[in-house]
């Protein structure tokens, strides 16, 4: 049975604080990993991928992959209210096509 | 690009009576996902499209589920006789098959509430 496993939180954090959000999977095989947000009522929406052990960073975001410890994070910088959404952790098994295996998401409240 | 549509977008049925969603992916995504989430819960996946080929089902596609891709565009998923724990979104998904990493983007999905 293929996982992945997150903190369901609520994770708070202040205004203009960092926010970190952590995922664990099971499978080795696993080759691209996910982070979608999805806002209360609304479909998930991609923000970034990682498919390289160490870090990828885009604007505020920054994606962290250890495939030996088979972690994945997703630091938030300088975080808004606006960032107050779930946050859904997906992996990706190494044949074409496979389909995304998803956590059931942390939930992130940022306060003003 | 117009994105991923879905429709319909809310369904209120009574138990024992069929659905049919259908969904319409990015146009040039040869790949086509469709996945159920129930509240709290993160997506799960149902079935998978490249092309009109079927590649991969679910355990949790029970019988009662189909899904078609009849000429490798839109797809549709009917639920027949159904039951109150079917109720949820029914969320769908493509990509490009050009893309090695595969991610998916979602359409605003269906949501199914059964009396």
């Known amino acids: 049975q293929k996982e992945v496993e997150q903190n369901s939180g609520p994770l708070s954090v202040p205004e203009g604080a960092i926010a970190s959000l952590n995922c664990t999977y099971s499978?080795?095989?696993?080759?691209?990993f996910f982070w979608y947000r999805q806002y209360s009522g609304k479909s998930p929406e991609l923000i970034m991928f990682?498919?390289?052990?160490g870090d990828k960073e885009d604007g505020r975001f920054t994606a962290q992959l250890n495939k030996a410890s088979q972690y994945v994070s997703l630091l938030i910088r300088d975080s808004q209210p606006s960032d107050s959404a779930t946050y859904l952790c997906a992996v990706k098994g190494p044949q074409a096509g496979t389909a995304l295996i998803f956590g059931k998401g942390t939930t992130l409240s940022v306060s003003s | 690009d117009t994105g991923v549509s879905q429709d319909p977008r809310h369904k209120i049925t009574k138990r024992g009576q069929n659905v049919t969603f259908r969904c319409d992916p990015i146009s040039e995504h040869n790949r086509l996902y469709w996945y159920r989430q129930t509240l709290g819960q993160g997506p799960e996946f149902l079935t998978y499209?490249?092309?009109?080929?079927?590649?991969?089902k679910s355990r949790l596609l029970s019988d009662r589920f189909s899904a078609e891709r009849p000429k490798g565009s839109f797809s549709t998923l009917e639920i027949q006789r159904t039951e109150q724990g079917d109720s949820a979104m029914y969320l769908c998904a493509s990509s490009a098959g050009t893309r090695p990493t595969g991610e998916l983007f979602f359409g605003e999905g269906s949501r199914l509430t059964v009396l």
């Open positions: 499209f490249q092309n009109e080929a079927q590649l991969e």
């Open positions: 990682i498919y390289s052990n």
């Open positions: 499978d080795r095989g696993s080759q691209s």
